[in-house]
């Protein structure tokens, strides 16, 4: 059993050490190469630094100890004014390796939120990962990408300088007092059958058989925390996340009388928060036992160990002293595993979550790359599709084998059942739909010259005008273009709030938000217009003028508009229809689409 499972653990060592690899690499190889390396050599310097000072300190403990002993006032003296300077020297090196460690922690997550968000960001990564959640492959997408972004990075580059420094501590500490703790320990004789044998360097062979009873023992108590920190930190995203959602939906849950199954919500989220905690605590509590046990008995360890000797005269104070003191640092430094289970537990959570998050993100890139199975057809002057696929995250298909054309001047009313595919027909022309094949053919300069007005706009929090104008800057538009937009929108009371700040897409009715929607669209005034049940919310009377001003911008640019909507009143704003309809039982797809005048 235990041959067996040996090679298993090796080989999740080995992994685990490449990830960690894999994560920290890239900051050291990127262009902050140099000062990240200055940094991290300058961090190391300061830590052999300051062993060396601790090994002076050590040799003071023989020296002034022996002065206590044999009451010579002069060397005490002498041996204060010395650990004076020692002191003082060690402080400044304390203090300069603290600082320039948290200075490369900031700059290397400063580094990797970048990095991060760049990916995030890129490639419609943030949208596939958010889809991949409702393609019945939950256990594929990360939860929170939020979280990995802001804590996790941040706990991972803690993590990773403070314990690699603290290991090299430990490891270089070991290097400079193994050898005054061999020297000073002595041999230890015992008979046994008859004979007499002797262990050179007794004390040495006590701490290391001490400290690796210990990390054994610490392994097999601590070693649950590894996944109940993984799941703590996704426990403590989702209710976060959940009164997020709250704050955002506010109105709409007052509306529903929505407090109770709301609170029921959160109860039920933070219950698990708490319910795991607690098992994490009982995991902490039971290593805190052994750890506090381990570190007590270690303080009179040597004491006991070395006793004999003093007593018997073979040495004097200073040397018990010197003996205990670098008992204690080899001893630290074999229990450095010990010490720093906990840690290497949150460590090891964190180190998977944003592998599991890289290894998303990479996912959704590569599936970018080959399932934007959409091809694109050399661009022309009208938008067309062959053979155009498209089904839904969970493998269903939607519609199969379509072929639709529009051309500049064209005006086409897309209408059919709740969930049959308008929206996603919108997402394939727009290039962002992963779950599609077929070809495309989109009209010259159809990047720069098409808009989509989705069925929930987005408007950022901050100036109106920087709503308006998003994704643009608003300094690209004058104030009279955004007035003028806001106005043929009819949102004329808004013209004078161009500087004021707020959460727009909380602030402003559902009404209020379709025409800041369509002022935007006046603003930019595309040649391709994608309205996706864009007045929905409006009067008749509203939603004809606001539309008379589209369809009118639209032609003025030598375009077309494509527009989802169930009201009749629209209709009259087309020439052309593309209905959608349920397919006959046993078809390829659920549904089937059918060409027709408006």
Known sequence: MASSASPGRLAAFTQTARRIWALVLPYFQSDQKWKARGLL??????????????????????????????????VFWQQLGRFSYLAFAYIIIAVYRFYLTQLLEMRWRAWMTEHYLQRWLSH?????????????????????????????????????????????????????????????????????????????????????????????????????????????????????????????????????????????????RFSAVLGNYLRLLKAQKNLVWFTNFFGQAAVVFPFIVAAPRFFSGAIQLGELMQIASAFGRVQDSLGWFVDNYSSLASWRATTDRLTHFEESIAAAVQENRSLDAIDSIAPGQSLQTRDLTLGLPTG???????????????????????????????????????????????????????MFIPQRPYFPDG????????????????????????????????????????????????????????????LKQPSWLFADEATSALDAATEQAVYEKLRAQVQHAGGAMVSIAHRPGVASFHNRRWVLEKSPEGAAALYQLREGPA
Request: aromatic share 10%; net charge negative; glycine share 8%.
């Open 463 to 522: 100036r109106l005008r920087d709503a308006l104008a998003y994704p643009e800057p608003a300094a690209r538009y004058s104030d009279e273009a955004l007035q003028h937009a806001l106005a043929d929108a009819q949102l004329p009371q808004l013209a004078r709030r161009l500087d004021d700040e707020d959460a727009w897409g909380q602030k402003l009715s559902g009404g209020e938000q379709q025409r800041l929607a369509i002022a935007r669209v006046l």
């Open 396 to 450: 269903e298909r939607l519609l199969s084998g379509v072929a639709l054309s529009a051309a500049p001047g064209d005006a086409v009313l897309i209408q059919g059942p709740s969930g049959s595919g308008k929206s996603t027909l919108f997402r394939a022309f727009a290039g962002i739909w992963p779950f599609a094949q077929g070809s495309v053919q989109r009209p010259e300069g159809f990047a720069g010259h098409a």
């Open 41 to 74: 050599a300058a961090i190391i310097v300061l830590n052999l630094a300051a062993v060396y000072m601790l090994v002076q300190l050590n040799d003071w403990n023989r020296v002034f100890y022996d002065a206590l002993q044999n009451k010579d006032q002069p």
């Open 124 to 268: 419609h990564a943030f949208y596939k990962l958010e889809l991949a959640r409702f393609s019945g492959k939950d256990g594929t997408s990360p939860d929170n990408p939020d979280q990995r972004i802001q804590e996790d990075l941040n706990l991972f580059t803690s993590y990773t300088i403070g314990l690699s420094m603290g290991l090299l501590n430990a490891v270089v500490t070991l290097a400079s007092f193994v050898g005054i703790l061999w020297s000073l320990s002595g041999g230890f004789s015992f008979h046994f059958n008859g004979s007499t044998y002797e262990i050179a360097g007794f004390m040495v062979w006590m701490a290391v058989l001490y400290c690796v009873a210990g990390s054994i023992a610490t392994h097999y108590i601590g070693r649950p925390q590894i996944a109940l920190n993984y799941r703590q930190q996704r426990f403590e995203a989702d209710f976060r996340h959940h009164m997020v959602r709250v704050r955002e939906y506010s109105e709409a849950i007052a509306l529903d009388r929505g407090e109770t199954v709301e609170r029921q919500q959160l109860d039920t």
